[in-house]
């Protein structure tokens, strides 16, 4: 559980919104209020400015003609914007024209400019005085402040939204998601995890104190369940090893790894019943060493073994894998079954094993002396009338024939235009 100090969320909330409607009314109104002097100084300015640099070059004509009639037009000119109050000129001859509210002398911003004479603009023929109207200002700085007030309500309600769906994420959405969780919470269902939708940096509350509660049980439940089911799991797979290796030991021959006559009695039926309703062929190669018992009486058990186990690699070879299946059926006697296999096809692997043997099975013994076997083969392909023991006793018939008849021989002799 987690060891920070706890906080109340209603006061984490409050002095966060607190906070943050001071930061962004001082910040905007303080900007907004700086923006907006400069900007009304800046236009009063300009705009006294671009009058007398507008109105200079027709005042130093008049000026220089002593047209006093063309002077007092342009001083009326000038007065007609609101930003002059009042205008003074004082020609260099000693002549004064004025024009405007006399009231706005004392109170009002003073500007003068230089009239240069036509012909020579670096000389002075006289100056004008423009004195800015303070009402226009004021009137222009209370719009300004209408606009600020404007702006702090807008911003206000935007922060009273702010406040309402800063409450519905960090309380109210919590809150419910925690209802609805114990709400409909199941026996079934005790270690399902409680997780809320709740974003990092809030600091450690009640929420997350309840949060923690809820997770201290069920971390204690979950390990509890988890205990239970490795314990579970673990006696299983281990019981389900014990029994695959049961079963691989009751139907596999532990010297050659094939299977044994245990599984040969079990599977062959189902193998006379596939081939028998679907109309298949299936064959059966009784194979036998030829001398085994002569071996094992000179040479011993263990090189008996070793030629058992060659004996069964080389007829492993000429299976087809996932079809085909060899099995010990006892002693020196293998069986293999050929599904899908007719009785010239079947000689033929007959034929091809035992040639496999004959020329490449040979054992080295101890005294460098190599020991040559041979096998023989009885071939028998399911009849209509067939069982498995009566198959089985055909193929076993062909191959006592085999091997009264000389041995290292595949029996019944197929050839290619006739078939027993």
Same mark, same amino acid.
């Given at each position: 559980?987690? %060891?920070?100090?706890?906080?109340?969320?209603?006061?984490?909330?409050?002095?966060?919104?607190?906070?943050?409607?001071?930061?962004?009314?001082?910040?905007?109104?303080?900007?907004?209020?700086?923006?907006?002097?400069?900007?009304?100084?800046?236009?009063?300015?300009? /705009?006294?400015? +671009?009058?007398?640099?507008?109105?200079?070059?027709?005042?130093?004509?008049?000026?220089? +003609?002593?047209?006093?009639? /063309?002077?007092?037009?342009?001083?009326?000119?000038?007065?007609?914007?609101?930003?002059?109050?009042?205008?003074?000129?004082?020609? $260099?001859?000693?002549?004064?024209?004025?024009?405007?509210?006399?009231?706005?002398?004392?109170?009002?911003?003073?500007?003068?400019? +230089?009239?240069?004479?036509?012909?020579?603009?670096?000389?002075?023929?006289?100056?004008?005085?423009?004195? *800015?109207?303070?009402?226009?200002?004021?009137?222009?700085?209370?719009?300004?402040?209408?606009?600020?007030?404007?702006?702090?309500?807008?911003?206000?309600?935007?922060?009273?939204?702010?406040?309402?769906?800063?409450?519905?994420?960090?309380?109210?959405?919590?809150?419910?998601?925690?209802?609805?969780?114990?709400?409909?919470?199941?026996?079934?269902?005790?270690?399902?995890?409680?997780?809320?939708?709740?974003?990092?940096?809030?600091?450690?509350?009640?929420?997350?104190?309840?949060?923690?509660?809820?997770? /201290?049980?069920?971390?204690?439940?979950? %390990?509890?369940?988890?205990?239970?089911?490795?314990?579970?799991?673990?006696?299983?797979?281990?019981?389900?090893?014990?029994?695959?290796?049961?079963?691989?030991?009751?139907?596999?021959?532990?010297?050659?790894?094939?299977?044994?006559?245990?599984?040969?009695?079990?599977?062959?039926?189902?193998?006379?019943?596939?081939?028998?309703?679907?109309?298949?062929?299936?064959?059966?190669?009784?194979?036998?060493?030829?001398?085994?018992? %002569?071996?094992?009486?000179?040479?011993?058990?263990?090189?008996?073994?070793?030629?058992?186990?060659?004996?069964?690699?080389?007829?492993?070879?000429?299976?087809?894998?996932? *079809?085909?299946?060899?099995?010990?059926?006892?002693?020196?006697?293998?069986?293999?079954?050929?599904?899908? /296999?007719?009785?010239?096809?079947?000689?033929?692997?007959?034929?091809?094993?035992?040639?496999? *043997?004959?020329?490449?099975?040979?054992?080295?013994?101890?005294?460098?002396?190599?020991?040559? *076997?041979?096998?023989?083969?009885?071939?028998?392909?399911?009849?209509?009338?067939?069982?498995?023991?009566?198959?089985?006793?055909?193929?076993?018939?062909?191959?006592?024939?085999?091997?009264?008849?000389?041995?290292?021989?595949?029996?019944?002799?197929?050839? $290619?235009?006739?078939?027993?």
């Amino acid at each position: 559980m987690n %060891k920070q100090a706890l906080q109340s969320i209603a006061s984490l909330l409050i002095r966060r919104v607190f906070k943050w409607v001071i930061l962004c009314v001082v910040c905007i109104s303080s900007l907004q209020a700086w923006l907006n002097y400069r900007a009304i100084e800046e236009n009063f300015e300009l /705009t006294v400015n +671009d009058v007398a640099h507008a109105h200079l070059p027709l005042l130093s004509v008049a000026i220089w +003609d002593i047209e006093a009639q /063309t002077i007092q037009k342009q001083i009326s000119l000038m007065l007609k914007n609101p930003s002059i109050a009042y205008v003074s000129i004082k020609a $260099s001859t000693g002549q004064q024209f004025t024009g405007g509210n006399i009231n706005h002398l004392s109170g009002g911003q003073h500007m003068v400019f +230089d009239i240069p004479a036509p012909a020579d603009a670096r000389m002075s023929i006289g100056k004008v005085e423009f004195v *800015v109207d303070k009402t226009v200002l004021r009137k222009e700085l209370l719009r300004s402040f209408v606009i600020v007030i404007i702006e702090v309500v807008v911003l206000s309600v935007f922060i009273f939204v702010a406040v309402v769906a800063i409450l519905r994420r960090d309380l109210e959405r919590p809150m419910r998601e925690l209802a609805d969780f114990v709400k409909n919470l199941q026996a079934n269902q005790l270690s399902s995890k409680l997780e809320l939708r709740r974003k990092p940096g809030n600091g450690y509350n009640e929420i997350d104190l309840v949060v923690d509660g809820f997770h /201290t049980m069920q971390d204690s439940l979950q %390990k509890h369940i988890a205990n239970q089911d490795a314990l579970v799991a673990e006696r299983t797979s281990q019981l389900e090893a014990a029994m695959k290796s049961l079963k691989q030991l009751s139907i596999t021959d532990s010297l050659t790894a094939c299977y044994n006559r245990l599984l040969f009695n079990e599977r062959m039926p189902a193998e006379i019943q596939r081939a028998v309703r679907y109309q298949r062929h299936l064959s059966l190669v009784f194979c036998d060493i030829d001398f085994f018992k %002569k071996v094992n009486d000179e040479y011993g058990h263990a090189i008996g073994d070793h030629v058992l186990l060659a004996f069964a690699q080389s007829l492993a070879e000429e299976l087809r894998i996932d *079809v085909d299946w060899v099995v010990r059926y006892g002693g020196e006697e293998f069986i293999l079954v050929l599904p899908e /296999t007719n009785l010239q096809a079947a000689w033929e692997v007959a034929e091809r094993i035992r040639q496999q *043997v004959a020329q490449h099975l040979f054992i080295r013994m101890q005294d460098g002396s190599m020991l040559r *076997v041979t096998a023989s083969f009885g071939v028998a392909e399911l009849q209509a009338a067939d069982t498995m023991e009566s198959l089985v006793q055909r193929a076993d018939e062909w191959l006592y024939f085999a091997k009264s008849h000389g041995r290292n021989q595949v029996q019944p002799i197929i050839d $290619s235009t006739s078939q027993l």
